[in-house]
Every structure is written in C-alpha cells, then in structure tokens.
C-alpha cells in the first residue's frame, strides 16, 4: 500500500472514533476535528479516484478518422427509405 491510502484509511479510522466520541461527551470542538479527518479521507478518495481515471499511455489518434469523410454526401442507391415506408419495398 502506498502513503497516500494509509492516510486515507489512518483518517477514516481516527476520524470516525474522533467524531463518535466526542460527540457523544459534548465535546465540539474534538467532533470538528473528526470530521474535518473525515472531510481529509473523502479528498483523499475522491481524487485517487480522478487519477484512476486517467490513462496510463498517450492515445493516438486514428490513422483513418471518420470525420476526415464528414464532407463527403451519402451515396445511396435510390429513396430506400421512403418505400420501406410506405411498404413498397420488395422482400
């Protein structure tokens, strides 16, 4: 494991124990500091997450892209669609 997820569970635990019991013996400001851990944990995740996100190699671009024949018209070989329609067309 790496230093960055054992903080990140480091202030999960701590922040969450932190949190409980100073909340439950009326202690607000040790509550803040938990879960101002907690709010450290949910950075932490969040941006492991971008980063898994990303790709690892360079993408390179198509040889052949399909919008270099964006300029191009459709070459169709006569109205198709209008007799599938309008049920013309032959089987």
Known sequence: ??????????CLVIGVALAAW??????MLL????FA?????LFLVIEAMNKAGKPTHEINPAANAAWSMKDEPVQ???NVGAAVRNGEAKP
């Open 1 to 10: 494991m790496g230093g960055r997820t054992v903080a990140a569970i480091a």
């Open 22 to 27: 100073s909340l439950a013996h009326g202690q």
């Open 31 to 34: 509550a803040s500091v938990g």
């Open 37 to 41: 851990l907690l709010f450290a944990f």
């Open 76 to 78: 169709r070989s006569g």
